[in-house]
Structure formats: C-alpha cells, structure tokens
T-cell receptor, first 115, second 109 residues
Framework: EAGVAQSPRYKIIEKRQSVAFWCNPI?????LYWYQQILGQGPKLLIQ????????DSQLPKDRFSAERLKGVDSTLKIQPAKLEDSAVYLC?????????????FGPGTRLTVT | DAKTTQPTSMDCAEGRAANLPCNHS???????VYWYRQIHSQGPQYIIH???NNETNEMASLIITEDRKSSTLILPHATLRDTAVYYC??????????FGAGTILRVKS
C-alpha cells in the first residue's frame, strides 16, 4: 500500500514570497490533515478535511495560509506571503474510515526555509 | 497545549527493553492513550493505543495504570532503528491529535 505522498521535500524562499505544498493521501482515506512542525516541537494541526469539506481550521492563519482539497483526494497548502516564522516542516496525514481518527498516517513532510 | 508530560530524553542499550513513561494527570474517561513516534526526517508513525487494558502489537506493549494517570510504552528489544522522538497523547474520538514535545529516545550500541 502506497503511503502519503508529499512534494516538494524541501523548499527555500525569501520572505514575502509565496509557496505551495502538495499532498496525496492514502487511497480510500477520506480525512486529510495538514500540520506545521517547528524545530524542537511536536506537530500542530493547521487544517482538517473530511472529503473536500473543512472540519477544523481554527489554527490556520487565514490571513496568509490557505488550503484546498478539490475532488476530495489531493490537497494543496499555500502560504502567501511567507514570513520568517513560517520556517517549519509541513506534514500531511490521512486517516482510514472507522478508526475514530486517532490513527493517522503521515507523509515525510516538506521542509520550508524562509530567508 | 499538550495535556501529557514526558521526560525530555532517555537512553537505552541496544537489545534491552525501552520503557517510556507518560503522565496523564488530566485524562478524562472517554479519552484514549495514543503513542506515536517520529524518526529523524520522517513524519510521525502510529504505534499503539489503549483505553484501560494493557495492549500489545507487533511494535510495542502499552501498560496503563488502573487510575489511568500514567502509561508506559515498552519496546521489548530496542534496536538502533528505534531511536526517535516518542509522543504520548490523550485523545478523544473526533477531536484532534495534540502533540507535545515528546521524549527523545536514544538507543546505543
């Protein structure tokens, strides 16, 4: 079974530029998550999708971050404009149905450096 | 913020059992104990979860005290590949996973 795919793996941009990350969840997983992980900390949930609808985006900085999940499969997370404090690893995860959403499968992440 | 508390780091000799503690001082009756680990440069990996009873799977064993205020994740024969950050989480179905800083486990040869 293929895992959660993310691209790119690494990205370096200057502040005020924009960037987009892509995620392809495990086939059949209706729930998709985006997390931000700052160095030395645990992952923090940014947004949760159920199919193509948003379930929780309470911790998404909506003035600069946006995410979409068209057709309920792939998802894109965008930052525009980026700030220095956005430097982090951005993780995508998905959950199988019937597991109560506690068992999540994570991708390898995208390491973003904002200079 | 994370509700659990864990030691910052631990060392374990290769081939020995690694026992990772976690305190769940504010866990409620409908919250499960979940454990994840994160190997360097990878995303977190689900290990095991439980409610009241001890649990075992191919990766680890989970011991939960009777009052549910603490748990221990046991890796019975740690290998160098078990070096990772281990997270324990109080989780209620339908809520989000809240990760703390976790315990850095170093397995040494």
């Amino acid at each position: 079974e293929a895992g959660v795919a993310q691209s790119p793996r690494y990205k370096i941009i200057e502040k005020r530029q924009s960037v987009a990350f892509w995620c392809n969840p495990i086939s059949g997983h209706a729930t998709l998550y985006w997390y931000q992980q700052i160095l030395g900390q645990g992952p923090k949930l940014l947004i949760q999708f159920q199919n193509n609808g948003v379930v929780d985006d309470s911790q998404l900085p909506k003035d600069r971050f946006s995410a979409e999940r068209l057709k309920g499969v792939d998802s894109t997370l965008k930052i525009q404009p980026a700030k220095l404090e956005d430097s982090a690893v951005y993780l995508c995860a998905s959950s199988p149905p019937g597991q109560g959403l506690g068992e999540q499968y994570f991708g390898p992440g995208t390491r973003l450096t904002v200079t | 913020d994370a509700k659990t508390t864990q030691p910052t780091s631990m060392d374990c000799a290769e081939g020995r059992a690694a026992n990772l503690p976690c305190n769940h001082s504010t866990i409620s009756g409908n919250e499960y104990v979940y454990w994840y680990r994160q190997i360097h440069s990878q995303g977190p990996q689900y290990i095991i979860h439980g409610l009241k009873n001890n649990e075992t799977n191919e990766m680890a064993s989970l011991i939960i005290t009777e009052d549910r205020k603490s748990s221990t994740l046991i890796l019975p024969h740690a290998t160098l590949r078990d070096t990772a950050v281990y997270y324990c989480i109080d989780y209620r179905y339908g809520n989000k996973l809240v990760f703390g800083a976790g315990t850095i486990l170093r397995v040494k040869s």
